[in-house]
């Protein structure tokens, strides 16, 4: 009796598979009929509003987990495209100097005076204050004294020389004074009177012994007309004026009008 | 009795939801999941109508072929009748182990049926499909793992003595 009861028991646990395989069998050979399309319609019809959803929104996080995963991947592509960026930057700074240089030749040969023998050289940076050094010297035929320029603007005078570097005094050195002429800013060709400058050691240049008739402004062109140098180079302009009562003199400020902080190409004119 | 047959027909419809969730996210099958877990477990005639209805609609809402899924699962629970009977599940590995290739099994057979079903030719299984059966049956498998522990371990805090792992269904 007891092992008929337990037979009966193992018979009921293969109720549920065989009902499975029955009705998946009966479903699969009507799918392969193709005799299936309204128990599909049904199905969808029921069904869709529901997993639709919920269909979207495991894309929706499969798509967020995935970009998570891709986060390394992210990285080294990032890293190689900065790569990439540091050898663009490098070849638009080099191009930006060669046009810089292209823009300082064009200027010099533009002179009046093209008889100077000049040698180009590239500004290596300061070395104290109010000194500028080159990457040329006395292998390129640069001695103490050379006036060095850009186009019609004086720099400064070179005061040190060695093989390959020369150092430049700027016209904002204490060390700096040269006896200048003063045009009009209206009319270039017009010489209002003569000066003398000196460095101040800050950020301008004074200039001193201005005639009180000479009628000179705010904005009047300063040109150098010193032995020391190369005639007809202008320093700067004017910038400011102060009269004194009792002189008969009128001093100021020059600015140059050249950023010397900002050179990169200059010409040190060797025989003039 | 009203109960039942409303919470079959809510429960029905939120496991449709949530094995299209997992099947979108490349989870394991939820259904496969209840369907093989709950046999020779829970005898509910309720869950089991709704399992079957659900298994049917999932091959056609899935796009596998209508009868897929409740073909593939019915030769996983013959097999896994089969293995009940004739090997004794007293040890831990004995126990657990048929799971994992019942689940294997179940993925294997759905990927078959459903390339049959969709193109009338038998499918090319990859190592990463082989790769992902796997992790999936063995998810499964933990998850079964861990329903029995925490059954367990109910059973032992609610003070009835503990008796073996698992649900276990007792006759009077």
Redesign the interface.
């Known amino acids: 009796m007891k092992k008929r009861k337990i037979e009966v028991v193992k018979d009921r646990k293969i109720v549920l598979p065989v009902i499975f395989l029955v009705l998946g069998i009966l479903l699969f050979s009507l799918e392969l009929l193709k005799a299936d399309s309204a128990i599909d319609t049904a199905i969808h019809w029921v069904s869709d509003p529901v997993t639709v959803g919920s269909e979207n929104a495991g894309e929706s996080i499969s798509d967020y987990l995935g970009i998570l995963f891709d986060i390394p991947k992210v990285q080294k592509e990032l890293n190689s495209l900065k790569v990439k960026l540091f050898n663009y930057e490098s070849q638009i700074a080099y191009i930006s100097i060669l046009e810089e240089e292209n823009s300082s030749l064009r200027q010099e040969l533009n002179l009046g005076n093209k008889e100077h023998v000049y040698v180009e050289a590239k500004v290596l940076g300061n070395v104290q204050e109010n000194t500028i050094r080159i990457n040329a010297g006395e292998n390129q035929g640069i001695q103490i004294g050379d006036t060095v320029s850009l186009g019609y603007s004086f720099v400064g005078i070179v005061i040190d020389v060695t093989e390959d570097i020369s150092t430049i005094r700027s016209p904002y050195s204490k060390s700096s004074t040269f006896k200048v002429r003063i045009a009009s800013s209206e009319d270039k060709k017009d010489l209002i009177g003569t000066a003398v400058v000196v460095g101040s050691g800050e950020e301008y240049i004074s200039i001193e012994n201005i005639s009180k008739n000479s009628g000179v402004k705010v904005g009047d062109y300063v040109i150098l007309n010193d032995e020391k140098v190369v005639d007809n180079l202008v320093l700067g302009k004017i910038s400011e004026l102060e009269s004194d009562p009792a002189s008969i003199y009128v001093n100021g400020k020059v600015e140059t009008v050249v950023n010397l902080a900002e050179l990169i190409s200059v010409f040190v004119c060797t025989e003039w | 009795m009203v109960i039942e047959i409303l919470a079959s027909i809510v429960g029905l419809?939120a496991l449709?939801?949530?094995e299209?969730?997992?099947?979108?996210?490349?989870f394991f099958s939820i259904w496969a999941f209840l369907t093989i877990y709950s046999?020779?477990k829970l005898h509910s005639p309720f869950l089991?109508i709704s399992l079957?209805l659900v298994?049917?609609?999932l091959?056609?809402?899935v796009g596998i072929?209508?009868?897929?899924?409740?073909?593939?699962?019915?030769?996983c629970?013959?097999l896994?009748?089969l293995i009940k009977?004739f090997i004794p599940d007293d040890s831990f590995l004995a126990k657990y182990l048929p799971y994992i290739f019942i689940f294997f099994l179940f993925y294997i057979l759905r990927d078959v049926?459903g390339e049959?079903?969709n193109n009338g030719v038998f499918p090319s299984i990859q190592w990463s499909d082989i790769l992902s059966f796997t992790i999936s049956s063995i998810v499964s498998t933990g998850l079964v793992i861990l329903i029995d522990l925490a059954y367990v371990q109910f059973r032992h805090n609610g003070g009835i003595s503990r008796k073996g792992t698992g649900i276990e269904i007792r006759?009077r």
Do not use: P
């Open positions: 419809f449709l939801s949530i299209h969730l997992f099947i979108s996210l490349g046999y020779q089991w079957i298994g049917g609609a091959g056609s809402t072929g209508t009868g897929t899924y409740l073909l593939s699962v019915a030769i629970l013959l896994l009748y009977s049926f049959i079903s006759r």
